[in-house]
């Protein structure tokens, strides 16, 4: 409205006017209040409709790639598991986390311990998005809350005992921006909270109850109640985005599971912020929340099918480099997969642990498979503190070749 012209024959206000008197026309009234007792509300609007058509078709279905089936149940889990490892760090990021990706990817993939608080926060995360996916099937409870919130927070707070409940009075709790200390948001009082919850609870677990609340708005708006509410002393930013997630996989989009939606929001931090704030200062309206968020999935869905087309192109070509030397029938699809990322990544380290947690596969199944790969002669194999270390066999496209004139 700032920057567009109004129509011919209008005035900016009269404008204005126009347009909040059709929002109010249309407004859905929220079992949901500001600190005032003031309802929020959402409004039909033609673009909310057409990015949530845009998500219903894409979040819900199949995915139309060059080769679809590269999400396939032998695949699948290897994909799930690189979309948590990426939210996990980039939600941390977005709350002050300083560790790169690299080094969270080497972390969560190998297993080792956190040396840092940062380090701390994005195994917290990855293991609340874990919780997450395990109790899809549960009703959410304030209990549930309480243990994601300590899942998130463990060993990160000053205050230890902040870890795992709500907020009391004694905590000053603000949304502050992190550019210039700015106060954009204070929270409700602490003694709301436990009604505050309560009806948060109640509204996940709602079924197809008069009125109707599409499943993906509902799940925009446990993330934007979250964050207006701000139950907790840390963690809330983190809790969320897993509530997002966690609602959505319940409401029956499994493409959620392949997404990062804190790698677009990280992207443009700003956006992110303007978009609380102007639900909460135009009359309570989410539907700014609202379509920003839609806007951010459907981007991530956008960059999801880029990555898988990349993906498929380069799966391809490596099965043709197999089914070349004979090799496609030695290995499986774990195998296959490591040896394409020894070839593409020569510096890399794997472990029985970092391949078990890359394909989500028991302990005993990653170390035949590495055993294998070792045999083969496509890896070697050392000892580092105790610890099995795989890496890169010098000569192994000179290997692929001598086995595959072994085979003939």
Do not use: C
Request: proline residues 4%.
């Amino acid at each position: 409205m700032r920057v567009r012209p109004p129509p011919t024959g209008y005035t900016s206000r009269e404008w204005w006017a126009a347009i909040k008197l059709r929002r109010i026309s249309s407004r859905h009234e929220l079992p949901f209040k500001d600190k005032s007792g003031v309802p929020f509300s959402f409004n039909d609007s033609g673009n909310l409709y057409r990015l949530l058509h845009e998500v219903d078709r894409e979040a819900s279905g199949r995915i139309e790639v060059p080769r679809a089936d590269v999400v396939n149940p032998d695949q699948r889990e290897r994909y799930v598991m690189n979309s948590l490892i990426e939210e996990a760090i980039t939600s941390s990021q977005l709350e002050g986390a300083l560790t790169t990706r690299s080094v969270a990817k080497e972390m969560l993939r190998s297993g080792r311990r956190p040396t840092d608080t940062s380090e701390q926060m994005i195994v917290n995360n990855y293991a609340g998005m874990e919780f997450l996916r395990a109790n899809t099937g549960e009703e959410l409870s304030v209990p549930m809350l309480l243990e994601l919130q300590r899942i998130l927070t463990d060993g990160t707070l000053d205050d230890a005992n902040a870890v795992g409940r709500f907020r009391n009075e004694s905590d000053a709790v603000h949304v502050v921006d992190r550019r210039d200390g700015t106060v954009v948001h204070t929270p409700p009082p602490a003694d709301e909270l436990e009604s505050r919850m309560e009806r948060l609870v109640a509204f996940a677990s709602a079924h197809d109850k008069d009125p109707f609340i599409h499943p993906v708005v509902k799940a925009i708006l446990l993330h934007f109640m979250i964050g207006y509410d701000h139950p907790f002393v840390d963690g809330n930013g983190r809790t969320a985005r897993a509530l997002f997630y966690w609602s959505m996989a319940r409401s029956g989009y499994w493409l959620v599971e392949f997404l990062s939606i804190s790698t677009i929001i990280r992207k443009s931090p700003a956006q992110y912020v303007r978009a609380y704030v102007y639900s909460e200062t135009d009359d309570n309206d989410v539907t700014y929340f609202l379509v920003y968020n839609l806007r951010v999935i459907s981007r991530a869905i956008q960059a999801l099918h880029v990555y898988l087309t990349r993906k498929a192109r380069e799966s391809r070509d490596f099965e043709e480099t197999l089914r070349g030397a004979d090799l496609a029938h030695l290995l499986n699809h774990r195998q296959a997969a490591l040896l394409s990322h020894v070839l593409k990544y020569p510096d890399t380290t794997y472990t029985i642990e970092s391949h078990r947690r890359s394909h989500n596969v028991t302990y005993e199944t990653a170390r035949t498979d590495l055993i294998g790969l070792t045999k083969l002669g496509f890896v070697n194999v050392s000892k580092r503190r105790r610890k099995l270390v795989y890496r890169r066999h010098p000569d192994v496209e000179a290997r692929i070749r001598s086995t595959a004139t072994h085979l003939t």
